[in-house]
């Protein structure tokens, strides 16, 4: 069973992600800010990260810097869940490294599809993998 790694400040936006995930046969692990997250990373090594932006302590952005400078966590998927919509945004997370960019609000049906094809996909492997870009 593959295991996702849940982050948003926001209580109700976990609780969704986790519920819908775990209806799918995933595991979820939680995280309440960018430090948590990577705590977690840590402790529970997951196969995919689900990540907001604007969170407390540590941003997404600077989350996802964090895991790419270190060779141990650099290859993990991330997809950012954000309400930040600009192109501008949406830019700055795939050059940043995320396979996938999901704006809020979001269909939880479409999350499960970009985590199922993240993970079908092989992404994550010693070469990085490939980005997703859209369904």
Not at 65 to 78: A, M
Not at 82 to 91: E, G, H, R, Y
Request: with cysteine; aromatic share 8%; glycine share 8%.
């Amino acid at each position: 069973m593959a295991k996702v790694l849940a982050v948003d400040d926001q209580v109700h936006i976990v609780k969704l992600i986790q519920v819908n995930l775990e209806r799918s046969g995933y595991h979820v692990v939680t995280a309440y800010d960018g430090v948590q997250a990577l705590e977690k990373v840590k402790t529970e090594h997951p196969d995919v990260i689900v990540c907001d932006v604007m969170m407390p302590r540590k941003d997404g952005f600077q989350v996802l810097q964090d895991l790419k400078s270190d060779p141990g966590t650099r290859n993990i998927p991330f997809i950012m869940l954000t309400a930040k919509a600009q192109d501008a945004d949406v830019f700055r997370g795939y050059a940043s490294g995320v396979h996938c960019y999901l704006t809020k609000p979001f269909n939880p049906q479409q999350l499960i599809a970009f985590v199922k094809r993240v993970l079908d996909s092989g992404y994550g492997g010693d070469d990085g993998g490939d980005k997703i870009y859209s369904l």
